[in-house]
């Protein structure tokens, strides 16, 4: 049985994993770069196949209680005028903060996780896979998984350059810390200039708030783990912007340690295993913050991987391919993510109108919602997997 297995990542695809392969009698060690876990983010969403893992997982009590309680997401002009406001309430969907659904489940964790280092080589055999790390000492693993997101250090060691994979959707966008007097209790706040989104998101049970911005560029060429360089990309193109609340909301943003930043992209691969090593999250699929399923995708596909490990005892070549071939459908839907960047962020002055006078459609309200209860009865029950010994 492959039984020591190395999880790049403690996020909410590693952590997921951490935790089921803890319970099917794997043991799982977890690797994770930064020096503790990372809180920043906005709301993420725990619906259908997502709720059914984590109350499973037994956390499902606390992400209700912890859920943001948003309303939905307004529109408003340089007076601060609300101009269009869209509700978001989904009953099949629990929204929470990033930050607190990564604590809750890196305390269902059950697992070695070695916090501050990262991966440096991988080296396959028949028998295992030798890692070398940037800090601690080598070992070998008979598995590794790499849950490191949409720029992942295992995808670029196992697969080959992140350009392979990853597509540019045509948009950056970063969220931080805001000062919540800026935006309404339980709506997003949104302002648009051509081409760019400056927001505000306050939820129901945190003091602080969080700006987001959102601004349509060509790839940009700058090193994604430097905060310093994001701040300064973020404040050359909001940085001149005088109208609504943009400069207070780019001030607080920028205060802000936990700054994240990245690109609107997807992770497209034909297959997620190559030999020993397999990928889970947004390394192998992310479908953008804009499809608004990455923790679905993450915790569904982590669970999908245990278990199959745990229903093929262990083998390797079995469980990847019924991996593979279980969550495919799933990712594909999410990746198809329609619209909604272009809605959010329009490109002209023209387009904002057509958006804001849709949006107020009844029509488009009730296409909403038929559209979230025919998703919903497609989600058909998660198996219970049984180990194999
Ligand atoms: C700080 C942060 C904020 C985010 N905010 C939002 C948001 O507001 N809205 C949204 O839709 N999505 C957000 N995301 C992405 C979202 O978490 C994912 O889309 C989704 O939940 C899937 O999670 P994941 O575990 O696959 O990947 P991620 O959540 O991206 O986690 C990847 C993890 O791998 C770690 N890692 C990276 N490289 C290495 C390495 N070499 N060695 C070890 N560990 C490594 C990272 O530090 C991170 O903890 C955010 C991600 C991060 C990291």
């Given amino acids: 049985m492959n039984e020591r297995i190395l999880i790049s990542g403690a996020s909410i695809a590693g952590l997921t994993l951490a935790h089921w392969l803890t319970r099917y009698g794997f043991r799982p060690t977890v690797v994770e770069r930064a020096p503790r876990p990372r809180g920043g983010g906005n709301g993420v969403d725990v619906r259908d196949n997502a709720v059914e893992v984590a109350e499973r997982m037994g956390i499902m009590p606390r992400v209700r209680a912890l859920a943001t309680d948003v309303h939905g997401m307004k529109f408003v002009d340089a007076a601060d005028r609300p101009v269009a406001r869209v509700d978001i309430r989904d009953p099949r969907s629990v929204e929470i903060m990033r930050g607190d659904l990564v604590a809750l489940l890196g305390e269902a964790a059950d697992a070695e996780i070695v916090s501050g280092d990262s991966i440096r080589e991988l080296e396959q055999d028949d028998d295992g896979v030798r890692v070398t790390f940037e800090h601690a000492p080598a070992r070998t693993f008979d598995l590794v998984v790499g849950a490191d997101g949409m720029h992942s250090h295992v995808r670029r060691l196992a697969f080959g350059p992140e350009e392979e994979f990853v597509q540019h959707k045509?948009?950056?966008?970063?969220?931080?810390?805001?000062?919540?007097?800026?935006?309404?209790?339980?709506?997003?706040?949104?302002?648009?200039?051509?081409?760019?989104?400056?927001?505000?998101?306050?939820?129901?049970?945190?003091?602080?708030?969080?700006?987001?911005?959102?601004?349509?560029?060509?790839?940009?060429?700058?090193?994604?783990?430097?905060?310093?360089?994001?701040?300064?990309?973020?404040?050359?193109?909001?940085?001149?912007?005088?109208?609504?609340?943009?400069?207070?909301?780019?001030?607080?943003?920028?205060?802000?340690?936990?700054?994240?930043?990245?690109?609107?992209?997807?992770?497209?691969?034909?297959?997620?295993?190559?030999?020993?090593?397999?990928?889970?999250?947004?390394?192998?699929?992310?479908?953008?913050?804009?499809?608004?399923?990455?923790?679905?995708?993450?915790?569904?596909?982590?669970?999908?991987?245990?278990?199959?490990?745990?229903?093929?005892?262990?083998?390797?070549?079995?469980?990847?391919?019924?991996?593979?071939?279980?969550?495919?459908?799933?990712?594909e839907k999410k990746q198809q993510i329609g619209p909604n960047v272009r809605l959010m962020v329009p490109r002209t002055e023209g387009g904002r109108c057509v958006r804001d006078a849709l949006v107020r459609l009844p029509l488009m309200k009730a296409v909403g919602a038929v559209e979230r209860r025919v998703q919903g009865r497609n989600a058909r029950p998660l198996p219970e997997y049984a180990p194999a010994w």
Avoid at 183 to 188: A, C, F, L, P, T
Avoid at 244 to 258: C, F, G, I, K, V
Avoid at 260 to 274: E, I, P, T
């Fill in 170 to 331: 045509d948009h950056y966008f970063a969220f931080a810390d805001a000062d919540a007097a800026l935006g309404e209790d339980r709506w997003v706040t949104m302002f648009n200039t051509p081409g760019r989104m400056a927001g505000i998101y306050r939820s129901g049970n945190h003091a602080q708030a969080k700006a987001y911005f959102i601004f349509r560029s060509a790839p940009l060429d700058y090193d994604h783990r430097d905060v310093a360089e994001h701040k300064r990309l973020v404040s050359r193109v909001f940085g001149g912007e005088t109208s609504w609340r943009t400069r207070e909301l780019l001030d607080s943003a920028l205060a802000d340690p936990d700054f994240y930043f990245d690109a609107l992209g997807q992770v497209h691969m034909d297959s997620w295993s190559k030999g020993r090593v397999v990928l889970v999250g947004d390394a192998a699929w992310c479908a953008s913050p804009a499809s608004g399923a990455g923790a679905e995708l993450a915790l569904v596909g982590a669970y999908r991987l245990a278990g199959e490990l745990a229903a093929a005892g262990g083998d390797h070549r079995i469980a990847f391919a019924r991996y593979d071939a279980v969550h495919r459908p799933l990712v």
